[in-house]
């Protein structure tokens, strides 16, 4: 990462020196940036073109499928060398903030939804507008939400690879010894607050838990907040100070205090995920890719997927990973090629065959709900009707920060969810207004 | 250690060869000799000693001194995340003075830091432990104790995070056996950065072992036997004999873990996590500097916040050096 953190070694002998580290840390990243963004200028290359490119991605775990998209895709171009760079998510964002100022990019690379905004705003990134004209995108072919996403200021940066929405992992086995009917289809808030804390005081005595909240908005309350009718984000302001975005905060402290999840205390020190993975958790709310996390686990055969419930409206968060291209890129046209294969239905296929992810393209979804068929993995399909998507702005690491520090204190009771969720939204109102 | 050199008869004691040999690397007839009177005139010899020294100069001008003088430069701007920047004179540094994030943080890291120093004590008494003549296994014991301070501290932070844990961890199960309720280690403000100085302690205290137990090697065996024959106890040899000539490299040593401490950071990420609510309200002043310049992405107001720990660990090191004329014993 940065050198802000010093190796044991260099610790004590170079400690001195260290001190100015810090200072290294930062202007390491000055210099060159603010490029101007890209025009969007698209010509799909001649079968002869060579050239070397960088392929910057964060998942270990989906290196084999984009290899097979890779191999396939050199099918076409023979002589375009794609090289992938994978850097671990926790130093993904910070290496690239420092390739961008140098402009050193990558010349294709994924990009999130809550960075979107910083890289596509400071024309860091190559519009696919130029591919869209020329028919070789089609932006009806994936999910409305995760395109509009990548929208900034009117301009498309890139098209979802793939796409993920959240649902509640549900162990059976926990609901059969706590003697608790598993819920069927649609269920409602109040149905979900009455199951989880009779599974929490059936089974106390092995430290059982029938839900859990969380820190993690995008698996927790951003949905309680849309199906509560409120918003994260609304336009340019913040949308916690809303009554509906507080009922969907609410929802949580109610959980924690009928005693159907473990305090935030506990959910700090152990994560909902481990509850759930360690057998002591009936119900976790998390994301379609924590499927990989249960495939050839003992929980296996005992895990199914529950809608969420509905509030004042049925609702889940979506969001996914955009390939996109670098405006600096010395091999523009190369990486555009790859940008506009990786969309296509034949890569899309076989990054769901693959199995690590659910494609973005409509219908090459198949392979994913195959991947556990007893787990009812149609749920998160199915949901991505019915989704918004995750709320982001151009810097959401200023207001993300925010909420991390301000919102266990409603959760955990400690002060009054409207108190918070105001003080909460003058925060983010003031983060926002420095974008 | 100007009176053993000058004690008659004790170069010519057969004792001093034992002295000889307890330190390899030192050169027991420097002491008696007068100081060379060339020292310090690097400037009287033209350009050739610069000359010498100029690979190195040169590394830390570029590395170092530029990127300092760069922060410096920054910290007066309102610095854009992908470069550019405009002047803002020194808007960041009134802003950083009113931020109850900059004291809040600066006292998390003294608090640490004093943790953190409780360490030495600690090492002085381990150290001498380890030297005492005979013991057995003493080479594996220092390695033993040294091995925190080679590991990698989110290997570190990893296992301790388990230990801490407050529902499933080690360290409240052992407390709950003498009847104590321990907190949530790592989710209380407080007891958060209490958990964190604990481990910084641990894994600092291989490197002061280290250096003090060299320390020990330079005291010469003879002043313990005299010590022993004038019938002074263990402990009055520790007071009176190890301690006293061991402040030399007992100064080294504070030196180095305040200011590794004031730039805790590594283990504080790791332990805590991202994401902990806690945080905020234990953060360091690095994790402050961290959060404002790549989190938020605020970066000239990052710049202010590392100039102001430069400041802070430089005036640090300075007093000290001040003040260790009156306990540091030089030879």
Known sequence: ????????????????????????ALSGCSGGGGAGGGSGEYTAPEDD???????????????????????????????????????????????????ASSDTLPDLFWMNGPNIGLYGSNGQLEPITGAVDAGDIDLANYPEALVDLYNIDDVQYGVPKDFDTIGIWANKALFEQAGVPLPEGDWTWQEFQDTAAAISSALSAQGIYGGAGG?????????????????????????????????????WTDLIASGGSPSIQQLTDTTGDQWFTSGKLAMYWGGSWFRSAITDTDLAANVTVLPLP?????????????????????????????????????????????????????GTQSAFTESLPDANLQVFLDAADYAEPLPVSKNSAAWNAAETELLPQAFSGQRPVAEVAEELAEQMNAALAEE | MTSTSHRPGSSASPLTGRAARARPGGSPDRKGDPQPPARGRIAGDGFWPWLFVSPLVAGISVF?????????????????????????????????FADPSL?????????????VLLGIPIAVYLASLLNLPGLRFAGLYRVLFFLPYVAMPTAVAMVWRVIFNGDFGLLNHALALVGIDGPYWISTPGAATVAVAIVGLWSSLGFSLIVLAAGLKNIPPEMYEAAELDGASRSRQFRSITVPLLTPSIFFVTI??????????????????????VLPR????????YREGFVTNDKGYAAAIAMVIFLIIGIVTAVQFRLQKRWVQSD
């Open chain 1, 215 to 251: 820190m993690d908005g995008q698996t927790t309350y951003y949905n309680t907040i849309f199906q509560a009718g409120g918003s994260v984000i609304d336009g340019d302001t913040s949308g916690y100070d809303t009554p509906e975005a507080q009922a969907g905060i609410q929802f």
């Open chain 1, 310 to 362: 509905t509030g004042e409206e049925q609702a889940t968060v979506i969001h996914g990973v955009s390939n996109v291209v670098s405006a600096a890129s010395k091999n523009k046209q190369a990486a555009q090629a790859l940008q506009v294969f990786l969309a296509s239905e034949d890569a899309q296929q076989q990054q769901g065959d693959a199995g690590a992810v659910i494609p973005a393209f409509t």
């Open chain 1, 1 to 24: 990462m940065s050198p802000s953190f010093p190796s044991p070694a260099r610790r004590g002998i170079a400690a001195l020196a260290g001190v100015a580290g810090l200072a290294l």
């Open chain 1, 49 to 99: 073109l060579s050239a070397k490119i960088t392929y910057g991605v964060w998942d270990q775990n989906q290196v084999p499928a984009i290899q097979e998209n890779i191999d396939a895709f050199n099918e076409e171009y023979p002589d375009v060398d794609v090289t992938v760079n994978v850097t671990p998510y926790a130093e993904y964002w910070t290496k690239l903030q420092t390739q």
């Open chain 2, 256 to 277: 180095v873990t305040v200011i590794s401490s004031f730039q805790v950071f590594d283990l504080l990420y790791a332990i805590l996590g991202s994401s902990n609510p």
């Open chain 2, 64 to 96: 170092y001194f530029w990127p300092v003088l760069q922060t410096a430069f920054y910290s007066l701007t309102d610095w854009g995340v992908f470069g550019g920047w405009t002047f803002a004179g020194v808007e960041n540094y009134v802003a950083l």
């Open chain 2, 282 to 289: 234990s953060m360091s002043l690095v994790y402050f500097f």
């Open chain 2, 103 to 115: 004291y809040l943080s600066l006292g998390n890291t003294l608090l640490y830091t004093a943790i």
